[in-house]
């Protein structure tokens, strides 16, 4: 661990939500009973929904995810997630209050099958209905896909697709323990533009493992040549519980891990090129 602002440190914490659930306690009921009891709020609101499972670990994954799961692993969690739905949209916190939007993360919510999401959709709307939200997204990693999964999900009514791309390197994929590698990235491609989503976006980061300038400029030059609607990049970051982060705190294993100052100027040099290209 660093304590120099301008490094990446390794080994902090992920703070998802506040109070973190390590400080929840009985003592907290009374006010989620007094939360979850309350009148109805004029007030929109978001649904997340987590599919924790993956093809594998990402040597940077932070989140809670599971991998080698069977048919029977995703059906017992996806009627769980069915049932929790159920029960929440009969509270009285819910009333009718519209969803603005719908985000399906994870993990690798594209790692069910498309009769498995078909299921899961149809369940959650026999409770809730999405039918005005401003966005439903869904984040897929580019080796879970089929041309039948990628029908699926438009006709499930998806209407942004996340494709976490990440970078176009197979050596950096490996390196840094991605499932996917880039023939995965053009073959869904066509698929994806072929079935017309409103919005199509490719997640890149930041500071991967290996990552140069020049691969670093390769990521947003074939970026641009897809031209998805929306980009996101994210800085890459080490909390205790990666892979990255106990092969060099535990077994003292030297990763060059790139520093904040060299991440941004790779970010802004992102954001310029993709703003030129419109």
């Keep these: 661990m660093t304590s120099d602002s301008t490094e990446t440190e390794v080994g902090s914490y992920f703070i998802s939500n506040y109070p973190p659930f390590s400080l929840w306690s009985a003592d907290h009921l009374g006010e989620v009973t007094a939360a979850i009891e309350a009148p109805p709020q004029d007030v929109p609101l978001g649904l997340y929904l987590h599919i924790p499972f993956c093809r594998k670990r990402c040597k940077f994954c932070y989140f809670k995810v599971f991998t080698d799961n069977t048919a029977d692993d995703i059906e017992t969690y996806v009627s769980a997630l069915s049932r929790e739905i159920e029960l929440v949209s009969q509270l009285p916190v819910m009333g009718e209050r519209p969803f603005r939007f719908v985000y399906f993360g994870g993990g690798t919510p594209s790692f069910l099958s498309a009769k498995q999401l078909t299921s899961l959709v149809d369940r959650l709307r026999a ?12 984040e897929c990693e580019p080796g879970t896909l089929s041309e039948t999964k990628v029908k699926t999900l438009k006709e499930l009514g998806i209407t942004r697709l996340s494709l976490g791309i990440e970078n176009f390197a197979d050596d950096i994929l490996k390196e840094n323990g991605r499932a996917h590698l880039s023939a995965e990235i053009y073959k869904c491609w066509d698929w994806i533009q072929e079935a017309e989503f409103p919005n199509v976006n490719i997640d890149l980061i930041s500071g991967m ?38 092969d060099i705190l535990g077994n003292q294993v030297e990763i060059e891990v790139a520093d904040w100052p060299t991440k941004r100027e790779w970010v802004d040099y992102a954001f310029t090129e993709l703003a030129s290209a419109g």
């Design 209 to 246: 493992v290996g990552e140069s300038w020049e691969n670093w400029k390769m990521n947003i030059r074939r970026t641009i040549e897809l031209s998805p609607e929306s980009v996101t990049i994210y800085q890459m970051e080490l909390p205790y519980n990666t892979v990255y982060s106990s």
């Design 127 to 138: 409770n809730i209905n999405w039918d005005q939200a401003e966005e439903v997204t869904f």
